[in-house]
């Protein structure tokens, strides 16, 4: 599976991922696959930095180029209160984002 297969799945089914982001082992929550200046990007919630909670949770962007050791778990998540499907970067640039309907 390829990554941008394994990101669809997980947003699609609200699916957490694990991953090395510059060399800190992670897992994501990821809500949004979107391009930008022609390079993809996913906004996820970071669940766990180094197999703890992060001090502060927020989301954040990740370049998909810089995701090593991409697996997708069983663990499921709620959509984050943080995350706004209408912002401005997503216009124009969404491939795919977690669905907003209940169920």
């Known amino acids: 599976m390829t990554t941008n297969q394994l990101l669809l ?3 699609a ?3 957490c991922v694990t ?3 510059n060399g800190v082992a992670m897992k994501l929550a990821p809500h949004v696959l979107y391009s ?3 390079a993809l990007f996913i906004d996820a ?3 766990e930095k180094h197999g703890e909670p992060p001090r502060e949770k927020k989301l954040g962007a990740f370049h998909l180029l810089g995701l090593n050791d991409l697996k997708l778990t069983d ?3 709620e959509i984050d209160a943080l995350f706004e499907p209408g912002a401005d970067k997503y216009a124009d640039a969404t491939l795919f984002m977690v ?3 209940a169920g």
């Open 75 to 77: 663990e499921l998540f």
């Open 9 to 11: 799945e997980a947003i």
């Open 36 to 38: 930008k200046n022609n």
């Open 19 to 21: 991953a090395v982001y």
């Open 45 to 47: 919630v970071t669940l």
């Open 99 to 101: 669905s907003m309907d």
């Open 13 to 15: 089914l609200k699916k």
